[in-house]
């Protein structure tokens, strides 16, 4: 049985009191209506109709007061969803082959020191803050670049995504480019076909070694690359299969591939996790850093 508890009314203070009869009336009026074939919403919101108009009838003010918490509940509510679903877009996954500098790119970022590092088969993610005013923080992920793996973990992740760092090994990147066109088609592919396109960076590592590739030479043998798998890709289907439809496409049909015509901004710059100096030596990833603070 529901009971309410009757305010007292003292000096300089605002009480009311609802009688137990009441209530039991008009819950029993909501019963019979119920029982008559009247839905549980309709005879709910009469209920409150009336439980509203008792309370205005008896002090207009406490309905004033009840209002704005209940204005002040829902705000807060959607506040939280709205920050919850900001923070699960805050990811910038680190991708790439192996031995293309991803893991020790992450450890300089978060911890600015050389460690010696392995192939991964498994992903590392820790809490990185950007280099702003703002106080901003992101979470790096670091994912296996086995052939066997980085698809399955870039399919996990993908959607959780901010931004995408490509690692390239400038220093191996003439004899790996088929590889790296090959991943970063993919890459792209996935990244296009998202909700929330993330921001995309094709980092050129190992820079402080002498036979590096420069990122300019590196975006054109991509873009050439990148043209001619759209070719074999695009034929792929009507020779293999000639019920299968047309696979996607990176850039505009009938033209040569440029990284201009995707949808999404492809950024490029160079950098180096080790540092020119030997093991001992900083980093030079000062560009990286920035363009992390510039999409945070």
């Not at 191996?172 to 076909?193: H, M, N, P, T, W």
């Not at 901004?265 to 950098?271: I, P, Q």
Request: aromatic fraction near 8%; include cysteine.
């Amino acid at each position: 049985m529901l009971r309410f508890g009757r305010l007292r009314r003292a000096e300089g203070h605002v009480g009311f009191a609802v009688p137990v009869s009441k209530i039991s009336a008009m819950a029993s009026a909501d019963s019979r209506r119920m029982g008559n074939g009247g839905n549980v919403g309709g005879a709910f919101q009469l209920y409150l109709d009336s439980l509203r108009q008792e309370l205005w009838q008896r002090d207009p003010t406490l309905l004033s007061v009840v209002v704005a918490l209940v204005a002040v509940l829902l705000t807060l509510v959607f506040w939280k969803f709205i920050r919850s679903r900001r923070s699960s877009q805050r990811a910038v996954l680190l991708v790439g082959l192996c031995d293309c500098g991803k893991t020790l790119l992450f450890v300089r970022l978060l911890t600015g020191l050389y460690r010696d590092t392995q192939t991964s088969i498994t992903d590392s993610s820790a809490a990185y803050r950007v280099n702003n005013n703002r106080g901003t923080s992101l979470t790096l992920i670091d994912l296996p670049g086995h052939e066997s793996l980085r698809l399955q973990f870039l399919e996990r992740f993908k959607a959780s995504a901010r931004a995408i760092v490509f690692v390239v090994d400038s220093a191996a990147f003439q004899r790996e480019v088929k590889d790296v066109a090959e991943f970063l088609y993919q890459v792209l592919l996935d990244s296009i076909g998202l909700k929330n396109t993330p921001s995309f960076l094709i980092a050129c590592n190992k820079q402080d070694i002498t036979m590096a590739k420069s990122a300019k030479l590196i975006q054109q043998q991509l873009e050439k690359e990148i043209n001619t798998l759209r070719v074999t890709r695009s034929a792929a289907p009507s020779i293999l299969d000639s019920s299968s439809t047309a696979t996607a496409q990176l850039g505009k049909k009938g033209k040569e591939f440029e990284f201009s015509q995707l949808p999404l901004k492809v950024e490029f710059l160079e950098c180096s996790a080790k540092g020119g100096r030997g093991d001992a030596g900083s980093a030079d990833i000062q560009d990286l850093e920035k363009w992390l603070a510039k999409i945070a």
